[in-house]
Nanobody, 125 residues
């Protein structure tokens, strides 16, 4: 059974930081593009960031560029999302995802075949 398990979400104030982690269980994803998406109730799932298998290339949404950074440690089969200067509009359930591609980072949800169950991030005063 393949699972992506997210952790690290919580309640923080605007301007604070959080670091989300995603651990792959059941198989290795060291040869796969990994990504983070987020979703607010009633809205479509939104792309946040993606990283190539080697970690040499990353892609981030304009809304988080300069504030969020995606990284991975293939030896531990983990992917992280460092979120700095959080804003209220960052509030969402954050999902970890994996594709069958090694180097093609994309914001298209259709290219990601494995999904975690999500971790809640709430940014409020």
């Amino acid at each position: 059974q393949v699972q992506l398990v997210e952790s690290g979400g919580g309640l923080v104030q605007p301007g604070d930081s959080l670091r989300l982690s995603c651990e792959a269980v059941g198989r290795a994803f060291s040869s796969n593009v990994m990504a983070w998406f987020r979703q607010v109730p009633g809205k479509e799932r939104e792309f946040v960031a993606a990283i190539s298998s080697s970690g040499s290339r990353t892609l981030s949404a304009d809304s988080v560029q300069g504030r969020f950074a995606i990284s991975r440690v293939n030896a531990k089969n983990t992917v992280s999302l460092q979120m700095n200067n959080l804003k209220a509009e960052d509030t969402a359930v954050y999902y970890c995802a994996a594709s069958d591609y090694a180097d093609i980072t994309t914001r298209n949800r259709a290219f990601y075949n494995y999904w975690g169950q999500g971790t809640q991030v709430t940014v409020a005063s």
